[in-house]
């Protein structure tokens, strides 16, 4: 406790799963197979504030994270 300066999380992870208890880090890395997620975390407030909105929607205009959309 003395080595951690602050603590947040967010209260619900996907509306679907309640956060009790955490501790550590977390990171997002962006996956193309869960379009869901970062359908999610582009909700929170913290994603445009960490400057990840251009990021990602750069890795998404060059179709790194949704090959799906791919023409076959």
Same mark, same amino acid.
Request: proline letters at 7%.
């Given at each position: 406790?003395?080595?951690? &300066?602050?603590? #947040?999380?967010?209260?619900?992870?996907?509306? #679907?799963?309640?956060?009790?208890?955490? *501790?550590? &880090?977390? *990171? %997002?890395? /962006?996956? /193309?197979? =869960?379009?869901?997620?970062? =359908?999610? %975390?582009?909700? &929170?407030?913290? %994603?445009?504030?960490?400057?990840? @909105? /251009?990021?990602? #929607?750069?890795?998404?205009?060059?179709?790194?994270?949704? /090959? #799906?959309? =791919?023409? @076959?």
């Amino acid at each position: 406790e003395k080595a951690v &300066l602050y603590k #947040e999380h967010t209260p619900q992870f996907i509306q #679907e799963y309640d956060i009790n208890t955490y *501790c550590g &880090l977390s *990171c %997002y890395i /962006p996956l /193309p197979q =869960r379009s869901d997620l970062s =359908r999610y %975390y582009k909700t &929170l407030g913290w %994603y445009a504030a960490a400057g990840m @909105q /251009p990021l990602i #929607e750069g890795m998404e205009a060059a179709d790194v994270l949704a /090959p #799906e959309s =791919r023409a @076959q």
